[in-house]
């Protein structure tokens, strides 16, 4: 399971692995005030493509495609590659400082994880079909 939060908001028992994925500390918070298991700056939007974004919906679909492109990165693969195998076991929690919880960074990287982890179950799916098949061969 994975899930997004702003790190303004309380942790919780049923948050698991919280990861915290903005290049800069939240605003107003100390970091002993807010427990993470990981920071991954890695996962973050460069500046300039946070800058670019501003946060302004008028730009959220040119925002979307250009950070996608920035997650094919080997570093940012490998931490998504990661939260998908933990989020198969448990409960993963993107933590994020943005005041807008609809157009944020935490909402892509939600998408490509839960898009590895559909890919995922499809081909062990097709796995278990195609063993099945070859068993069933006389």
């Given at each position: 399971?994975?899930?997004?939060?702003?790190?303004?908001e309380p942790p919780g028992r049923e948050d698991g692995h919280r990861i915290?994925?903005?290049?800069l500390w939240p605003r107003g918070l100390r970091k002993e005030d807010l427990p993470l298991d990981a920071w991954a700056k890695d996962l973050a939007p460069t500046d300039?493509?946070?800058?670019?974004?501003g946060?302004?919906?008028?730009?959220w679909r040119g925002f979307i495609a250009r950070y996608r492109q920035e997650l094919r990165a080997p570093?940012?693969?490998?931490?998504?590659?990661?939260?998908s195998r933990r989020a198969t076991a448990g409960t993963v929690t993107i933590v994020y400082g943005a005041r807008d919880e609809a157009h944020n960074n935490a909402?892509?990287?939600l998408g490509e994880i839960e898009r590895?982890?559909?890919?995922?179950?499809?081909s062990s799916g097709r796995q278990r079909a195609?063993?099945?098949?070859?068993r069933s061969v006389p």
């Amino acid at each position: 399971m994975v899930r997004i939060k702003r790190a303004y908001e309380p942790p919780g028992r049923e948050d698991g692995h919280r990861i915290l994925i903005d290049r800069l500390w939240p605003r107003g918070l100390r970091k002993e005030d807010l427990p993470l298991d990981a920071w991954a700056k890695d996962l973050a939007p460069t500046d300039g493509l946070r800058r670019w974004f501003g946060h302004e919906p008028s730009r959220w679909r040119g925002f979307i495609a250009r950070y996608r492109q920035e997650l094919r990165a080997p570093a940012a693969r490998a931490l998504l590659d990661e939260l998908s195998r933990r989020a198969t076991a448990g409960t993963v929690t993107i933590v994020y400082g943005a005041r807008d919880e609809a157009h944020n960074n935490a909402v892509v990287v939600l998408g490509e994880i839960e898009r590895r982890l559909r890919r995922s179950t499809r081909s062990s799916g097709r796995q278990r079909a195609h063993s099945a098949a070859d068993r069933s061969v006389p």
